[in-house]
């Protein structure tokens, strides 16, 4: 079965700084990888989703994610973060019926 | 319009009881999910339904049953509940592979 590892469990960083957070899954073929966030008190929401094609993937709130197959990693990555960013991110990898999370990066954006 | 809603938001019970969980969606999927997300924030499947059918039970102590009167619902009971049931439990459903939409979690609190 696939797993998810992310390295980064808490990340801290100041407004317009850029972000990169790590994913790595466990094993190739295809897959499908997503990002998903968790904004304090909310539920989760679909930032972005790789299938197939261009391996860098736009997403909103401009979120971007490249897959790289042979690092089998599909880090997200910000140019200039805000405080609104403050959240949870996890990466998540379509497993058959189901998607498998990552164990989260907590993300503190201080203004 | 409320796309994925689940009752009750917050659940504070004593041990040993019995209680349930509502999750209804509007939003026609045929698939719908339920994940617990522990203090750590770490999200694990529990089950799965397609169109009212059972199609993933993971490793779930069989005081968890859910139960699926339409493909619109998907309720989750549990007996006997114990310390460690404590968590947020998030129903889901998805239109398409990994593209799921969360409800806003029923905050479970056993004492």
């Known amino acids: 079965a696939q797993s998810v590892s992310q390295h980064n469990h808490h990340v801290i960083l100041s407004e317009a700084a850029s972000l990169e957070l790590g994913c790595n899954y466990s094993y190739g073929g295809t897959v499908n990888l997503f990002w998903y966030v968790q904004y304090p008190g909310q539920h989760l929401q679909l930032l972005l989703k790789?299938?197939?094609?261009?391996?860098l993937v736009k997403g909103i709130k401009g979120f971007e994610a490249e897959f790289i197959k042979s690092k089998f990693s599909f880090n997200l990555r910000k140019p200039s973060v805000q405080w609104s960013d403050t959240a949870e991110y996890f990466c998540a990898v379509k497993d058959t019926d189901k998607l498998i999370f990552g164990t989260g990066t907590r993300l503190q954006v201080f203004p | 319009d409320t796309a994925v809603s689940q009752t009750p938001k917050y659940l504070v019970t004593q041990m040993g009881n019995d209680k349930s969980i509502k999750c209804e969606q509007n939003?026609?999927?045929?698939?719908m999910y339920w994940y617990k997300q522990d203090s750590k924030k770490f999200l694990k499947i529990m089950f799965s339904y397609n169109n009212k059918e059972l199609i993933i039970n993971e490793t779930v102590p069989n005081r968890f049953s859910p139960k699926s009167p339409d493909k619109a619902h998907l309720n989750l009971h549990i007996n006997s509940l114990e310390l460690g049931d404590s968590a947020v439990y998030f129903c889901?459903?998805?239109?398409?592979?990994?593209?799921?939409?969360f409800g806003s979690g029923t905050r479970l609190t056993v004492v």
């Open positions: 939003l026609g999927h045929d698939t």
């Open positions: 790789y299938f197939s094609g261009d391996p």
């Open positions: 889901a459903s998805s239109q398409g592979p990994g593209l799921y939409t």
